[in-house]
């Protein structure tokens, strides 16, 4: 029965037995399993993120949530969303209380 060949990288000569090329080459690979290698890139990658999260919401609000034109129109739309208004009058000589109820609505109240 044959078993899968598992391929390994070739082991790097050491001291004076390896080329130049064979040093950076290992200088390089062992700088960048360093950065990429364990928790710090995923330190980097949710540093980057938190930013740019917080940067897009301070945008947003600046821009979009409070425009001046998103104010006004949120402004008129809650002061003509008021359903009705209830206002008592009481007469201080007489001491009678009156009562009137102003009821806003798009159909006809009976």
Known sequence: MNAAKIPHRRPVRSGNNSTVGEKIS???RTFVAQIFGGRR????????AAIVVITAGVVWY???YSSPTRTFWGMIGN???TPSVTREAT???TGT???TQLSFSSQPLV
């Not at 890139?41 to 980057?48: C, P, R, S, Y």
């Open 79 to 81: 002061n003509l969303s």
């Open 41 to 48: 890139i995923i330190v980097i990658v949710g540093a980057i």
């Open 97 to 99: 209380v009156e009562t």
């Open 91 to 93: 007469d201080s000589s």
């Open 62 to 64: 600046l821009n979009v």
């Open 26 to 28: 290992e200088n390089i």
